[in-house]
């Protein structure tokens, strides 16, 4: 089993090859090689039984993505976008990577004929306007963000090459990823991550919505062990839809915070400092947070049990150690 992950120098990239590694296996046979790609040279992974190679790659590049991706393939996880804030002040740079590089990935997968598995991640922000709630497998896709016109592109691509043969796609829409470690990004969600993140290593951040705010999370240890069942989850079971929602939980601000000082004490709430900011309100103010995804729960996908463990995860995988 020969595993291509392309943004694999990313925050879920490098979690889903660590796991992979300490699994061993994927849709049942042993791993022989992953290949982390990225358009920055990716961290290597330590302590693998099998070969792991780490490339460059610009999938808005048709030449560099056919360097990369081989007829030696078997299972590809196409995770390399902008996020949302950066494709959104980016308008060109967001169309060529996260809509041309998807179908680059998906053009050069056809070329080879060699039908590999194809797991892309889509995002809940396919969703939004004037559709009413809750947030059902068959909701429509209504994108009120350029990322989310890229991502909802990137699936009727993932359906049709899927369709026609060309590959064995399917597309998970990621939740808000919270705690995502590392630095904050330029995702409008972020400080879903860092009012959490930041106190928990004894440093300030700013909330800049009220704590009544809800939203959608999943943590990442929980998405990654998603996006390896949905990688196993057999062709016909998936139907002509090859793309759905991935589970998460709804959560105010104020039940993350309440889960942060259950699992940490008191002393990191009092580092968030209150502080509306009307431009991030605005954005987040349209997302959506009641969602039903029943089709990849029947598939055996799953959420965290509560946002406590969403914390502890934090703790255990990625605290920086003083
Ligand atoms: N983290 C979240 O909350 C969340 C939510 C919904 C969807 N997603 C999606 O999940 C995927 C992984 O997210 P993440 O949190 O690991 O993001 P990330 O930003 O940490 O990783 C994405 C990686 O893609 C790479 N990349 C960017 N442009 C590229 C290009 N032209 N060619 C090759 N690589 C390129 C980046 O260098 C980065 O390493 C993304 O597709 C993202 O849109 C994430």
């Not at 308008?91 to 056809?110: E, H």
């Not at 808000?176 to 904050?184: A, L, N, Q, Y």
């Not at 800049?208 to 939203?215: I, K």
């Not at 965290?304 to 969403?310: A, C, I, L, T």
Request: aromatic share 6%; net charge negative.
């Amino acid at each position: 089993m020969n595993i291509l992950i392309i943004g694999g120098g990313g925050v879920v990239g490098q979690k889903l090859a660590r796991k992979l590694t300490e699994r061993g296996t994927l849709r049942g046979q042993a791993i022989s090689k992953i290949t982390l790609a990225d358009v920055v040279d990716p961290a290597m992974i330590e302590g693998a039984p099998f070969a792991i190679e780490t490339t460059t790659c610009d999938i808005s590049d048709a030449a560099s993505v056919a360097k990369t991706v081989t007829a030696e393939t078997n299972v590809i996880y196409l995770l390399a976008a902008i996020v949302s804030a950066h494709a959104e002040q980016d308008f060109d740079a967001g169309y060529a990577i996260n809509m041309m590089g998807t179908l680059n990935v998906l053009n050069r997968c056809r070329e080879l004929g060699t039908k590999p598995v194809v797991v892309f991640t889509s995002s809940i922000a396919v969703y939004g306007g004037e559709v009413p709630d809750p947030i059902i497998d068959h909701t429509f896709l209504n994108p009120q963000t350029s990322y989310g016109a890229q991502k909802a592109i990137g699936e009727l691509l993932i359906n049709d090459f899927s369709r026609k043969g060309f590959v064995d796609g399917r597309g998970f829409r990621l939740p808000t990823i919270s705690v995502r470690p590392g630095k904050p990004n330029r995702a409008a969600s972020s400080f879903m991550s860092s009012i959490l993140r930041e106190p928990l290593n004894g440093q300030e951040a700013v909330c800049p919505v009220d704590d009544d705010y809800l939203h959608y999370y999943l943590s990442p240890r929980k998405c990654v062990e998603n996006l390896i069942k949905g990688a196993e989850i057999p062709a016909e079971d998936l139907g002509m839809n090859r793309c759905m929602m991935m589970p998460g939980r709804m959560w105010s601000i104020r039940q993350l915070v309440d889960a942060m000082t259950a699992v940490a004490g008191p002393e990191p709430a009092k580092l968030i400092r209150w502080e509306a900011q009307p431009e991030i309100k605005e954005i987040v103010k349209g997302w959506r947070f009641d969602l039903r995804p029943e089709k990849a729960i029947k598939l055996g996908l799953t959420a965290d049990e509560s946002f406590e463990d969403n914390i502890r995860y934090y703790l255990e995988d990625d605290k920086p150690q003083a």
